[in-house]
């Protein structure tokens, strides 16, 4: 059976104290065969736009620096976006995204308890996806720390066996590189896949 990779990140905090307005789980899935040509279609996007950075492999792209308002005036950010977008498309890519606006919150809510609740959205559409196509699922997340990373796949986990669900979506923990604590993948040239950079860009863009 074909397999599916649903790659993850988060944007915002619930705290009211935090700057965010919204609390963001997105990102996107490819069919796994094609995630060595998104790392070498993201990389070329990468130096192609942004060729006074260096080695594409070297940086992360960070939203902040791209889509708030000041820099989106900027062609090459927005010129990237747009290729990043084109890229997933082209690579039969979905795009999926959980989102709480903090403004409409009933009750307080912590990360613990507002990160299950997204992900059991997202997974249960996942899952729907996976079965129609008869791929089976995998999920790689990257949140902001690896006491965060386990409470993720414990409820992915959790979620999936007590709904029985059949599309074979499973918790990934990924390698961890630098001090960033970052989940990577390679390709078949041992480059480091920057799936995260996209959908960075897409969480930003959806809060």
């Not at 307080?108 to 079965?131: G, K, N």
Request: proline share 5%.
């Amino acid at each position: 059976m074909n397999t599916r990779v649903l790659f993850l990140d988060d944007s915002g905090k619930p705290d009211a104290n935090h700057a965010s307005n919204a609390v963001v789980v997105a990102g996107f899935s490819v069919p796994s065969e094609h995630v060595p040509t998104l790392s070498r279609r993201v990389l070329g996007a990468k130096g192609k736009f942004f060729p006074k950075r260096g080695q594409p492999t070297t940086w992360e792209i960070k939203a902040a620096d791209v889509i708030k308002p000041n820099p989106w005036n900027r062609r090459a950010n927005r010129d990237f976006t747009f290729e990043l977008v084109r890229i997933v498309a082209s690579l039969d890519g979905t795009v999926y995204s959980a989102a709480i606006d903090k403004s409409r919150m009933k009750h307080v809510m912590a990360l613990a308890q507002a990160m299950p609740l997204q992900l059991q959205a997202l997974i249960e559409h996942f899952e729907v996806e996976c079965r129609h196509r008869r791929e089976t699922g995998m999920v790689v997340a990257d949140w902001s720390s690896h006491q965060a990373d386990q409470h993720a796949s414990s409820c992915v986990a959790s979620f999936v066996a007590s709904r029985g669900l059949a599309g074979g979506t499973r918790p990934a923990d990924g390698p961890y590189e630098n001090d960033a604590r970052e989940s990577w993948a390679t390709d078949d040239q041992g480059a480091n896949i920057p799936a995260k950079d996209a959908a960075l860009l897409i969480l930003a863009r959806i809060e």
